[in-house]
């Protein structure tokens, strides 16, 4: 089949522009200081539960396997520090779901021999494609942008499709975060490194990677590396929200509309995101299984935001004291960016593979307008990217009408927050629509179980 690129600078359809505040894009990646102790979840993606191979007592050293993976689409997870196994109990994780952890109290940083820790930049690859996927399941690698979809699962293409683009996803347009941003700075050729294990793992020639235009000095250090990496273009984005969304990444970018119900393989085409290609590059080329991401720490009032090379398993009070600490006025605490993001319960939660940001929200910020009736004024339809009606799949969902909100295609909702930002009346259209959403995914599993 001849596939045609277009070259359109954003997606064409609703988005919004969310003012930026991205108030640590020129804070350099500095490594949090290892705390006492740490708390590992055994899910920290989509999938089953991984299983741990660790009892109370055990001594793990960092980057030791500690819960192995329980079935195909589901994670390693590897120890981020050295010390001992205090525990696995329950806790309460960054969405608010009680899962199990593994606790660690540490003892200095003893890693595991295997991990090549030295500064220096790997480019041959020698592992062949399907040594490549077995390391990054051996690795707990998972789709850093949020998603945590296991990457050696979107590796391995089924027979029957075939990728020939890989998109990678540098856009990060949610307001605040800058964790990307800085990578893409101060890792861009380790990043194209990964790339280009990508593209070996799916037989790929072409690899095309989305920048919003806000970054510009990302923009042209990538350029410039990928001058040595053939098939790689960079491509600078028109800034608009939600961008980095796979569909619509995809569609700005190739022109190719991902349908109803689809995923990208479907239109030849797996999306990645920047961070996760540097995490292939650590996993293939240095043997590091994912222990550590960078988070970004930020908010107004908060005296020293940054940007944070996490262990995962720190509980999220130590990023904000790295950050000078808890501000008075704060109102709000949010995992992840301010459109997507979810509210923290309490500080104790643990840092995770899918946590890309802190942001701390005043008081003065972080209440909501009183809602009043839908006006009809349609501005949540105006600013939806997937072409639905979010006032009608709110109240839908609102009066429980979950096999009509099925047909208006609640289930296509990307759940990006366009619809209730934009609403003068301050209907909070994506919670309702969230719950409509789910509702109707059990319904739909339950029936094809029948
Ligand atoms: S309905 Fe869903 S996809 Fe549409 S704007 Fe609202 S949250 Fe975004
Ligand atoms: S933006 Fe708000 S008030 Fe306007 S149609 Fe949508 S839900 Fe109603």
């Known amino acids: 089949m001849m596939i045609r690129y277009k070259t359109s600078n954003t997606f064409p359809k609703g988005g919004i522009h969310p003012p930026e505040y991205k108030l640590t894009q020129n804070v350099p990646i500095k490594p949090l200081p290892i705390p006492k102790s740490v708390m590992i979840p055994i899910s920290q993606h989509i999938g089953a539960v991984a299983a741990p191979v660790v009892a109370k007592g055990d001594y793990v050293k960092t ?27 329950t806790i309460i994780d960054a969405s608010g779901y009680r899962q199990n952890a593994i606790f660690i109290d540490v003892q200095g940083d003893e890693w595991v ?13 020698e592992l062949a494609p399907e040594q490549i996927i077995e390391k990054c399941k051996e690795s707990g690698i998972v789709g850093l942008g949020g998603a945590t979809f296991p990457s050696h699962v979107k590796l391995a293409v089924p027979k029957d499709k075939k990728c020939n683009t890989i998109i990678i996803n540098g856009v990060e347009c949610e307001p605040y975060l800058t964790s990307d941003h800085r990578l893409m700075l101060e890792k861009g050729e380790e990043i194209l490194i990964g790339i280009a294990i990508l593209m070996k793992a799916l037989d790929v020639e072409k690899a095309m990677v989305g920048i919003e235009s806000n970054k510009p000095d990302a923009v042209e250090h990538l ?4 001058k040595r990496f053939p098939g790689i273009s960079i491509h600078s984005l028109t800034v608009k929200y939600p961008q980095g969304a796979e569909k619509q990444l995809i569609k700005t970018l190739t022109g190719r509309e991902v349908p109803s119900g689809k995923l990208p393989i479907d239109v030849n085409a797996v999306v990645h995101n920047v961070a996760t290609a540097y995490a292939v590059y650590e996993a293939v080329q240095k043997n590091k299984p994912l222990i550590e991401r960078v988070v970004t720490v930020t908010g107004k009032s908060l005296p020293a935001p940054g940007n944070y090379l996490v262990r995962i398993g720190s509980p999220v009070s130590s990023l904000i004291e790295a950050a000078g600490g808890l501000p008075d006025d704060t109102g709000k605490i949010v995992s992840g960016g301010p459109m997507m993001g979810k509210a923290l319960q309490n500080t104790g939660v643990p840092a995770s593979k899918g946590m890309s940001g802190i942001v701390l929200f005043r008081a003065s910020e972080s209440t909501r307008v009183e809602k009043i009736a839908c006006i009809r004024c349609a501005k949540c339809v105006t600013a939806c ?65 029948k």
């Open 223 to 226: 350029k410039e590396l990928a």
């Open 63 to 89: 980057g030791q396997l500690i819960a192995s993976a329980n079935g195909f689409v589901s994670s390693n997870i590897h120890s981020s520090v050295s010390g001992i196994v205090s525990k696995i109990d």
């Open 385 to 449: 990217p997937m072409n639905l009606e979010p006032h009608l799949l709110a109240t839908l969902s609102m009066k429980a009408m979950f096999e009509r909100a099925e047909d208006e295609k609640v289930t296509d909702c990307i759940e990006c927050g366009s619809c209730s930002y934009t609403c003068p009346a301050g209907r909070p259209s994506l919670d309702y629509i969230r719950l409509g959403k789910s509702t109707v995914m059990k319904m739909i599993r339950e029936r094809n179980i």
């Open 113 to 125: 021999d295997s991990i090549d820790r030295s500064a220096d930049v790997i480019s041959k690859i």
